[in-house]
Nanobody, 122 residues
């Protein structure tokens, strides 16, 4: 089982930027695809961005394309979410998650962080 710890959330004005980090420990980080999810008040959890185990493929939900960038540093066991041009509708708790099976972009997510709050004021 991998342990995931998010950081970097906070309060920012609309148009601002934040970078979220997710530090992993407990197993070989570089073998597992990673995702960033968010849950806004009263809404379902949604997958915001995803990156393959080796970083050569990424996915973004339409609402963040062109504004958010997911990346990973396998030497530091960390995945990042750079969020630019933030909007009030980006306000949510953001979670990182790891796929449950190595070298798979489609396995269930088996490990989750505790979440970090992002609040964007208008």
């Amino acid at each position: 089982q991998v342990q995931l710890v998010e950081s970097g959330g906070g309060l920012v004005q609309a148009g601002g930027s934040l970078r979220l980090s997710c530090a992993a420990s407990g197993r070989t980080f570089s073998s597992y695809a990673m995702g960033w999810f968010r849950r806004a008040p009263g809404k379902e959890r949604e997958l915001v961005a995803h990156i393959s185990w080796n970083g050569d493929m990424s996915y973004y939900v339409d609402s963040v394309k062109g504004r958010f960038t997911i990346s990973r540093d396998n030497a530091k066991n960390t995945v990042y979410l750079q969020m630019n041009s933030l909007k009030p509708e980006d306000t949510a708790v953001y979670y990182c998650a790891s796929r449950a099976r190595a070298y798979s972009n489609y396995a269930d997510f088996g490990s989750w962080g505790q979440g970090t709050q992002v609040t964007v004021s208008s």
